[in-house]
């Protein structure tokens, strides 16, 4: 089975952009560790991370081939406003673990809402990268038995 790893806007510059929130750690690093995991969980990880909202959705759909076992999905900025991103989640039926770097709660009050929070499995917010591995842990150990 596949699983999708999608990352939103900014999330290419992790490691340099205010790492005081997000951390010392890049994409690559992640990347690497998921690696290990694809073959301690016997999964095959496909990651992607766009700018654009309209990518991000393209391969939200991409889904739909009846090979995956869910998304592991930072959508970034696009979190706290993108109606046609939570409309792509509602529209496929993988499920979606939302997962956020950092304490969206304890930031700027904007970043409290999710618009995408009603229609994705679960939401992992402020454990840094490990929220993405507790994410695969969820799809593979329960979301992925019928649970
Ligand atoms: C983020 C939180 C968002 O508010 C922000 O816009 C991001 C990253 C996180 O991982 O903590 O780009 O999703």
Do not use: C, W
Not at 7 to 25: A, D, T
């Amino acid at each position: 089975m596949k699983i999708l790893l999608l990352n939103g806007p900014n999330l290419n510059l992790l490691g340099k952009r205010e790492p005081n929130v997000y951390g010392k750690n890049t994409l690559k690093t992640l990347y690497q560790r998921f690696s290990e995991l694809e073959k301690e969980y016997n999964v095959e990880v496909v990651s992607f991370q766009s700018n654009h909202e309209g990518e991000l959705i393209d391969k939200l759909h991409e889904t739909s081939d009846g090979n995956f076992l869910g998304v592991i999905f930072n959508p970034g900025a696009f979190t706290h406003y993108s109606y046609a991103i939570r409309d792509a989640i509602a529209s496929i039926d993988v499920p979606v673990i939302e997962v956020h770097i950092s304490n969206v709660h304890n930031r700027e009050e904007f970043r409290r809402e999710s618009v995408i929070s009603p229609v994705t499995a679960g939401q992992i917010v402020g454990l840094g990268l490990f929220g993405y591995e507790l994410a695969l842990k969820a799809l593979v150990e329960y979301i992925g038995k019928g649970e």
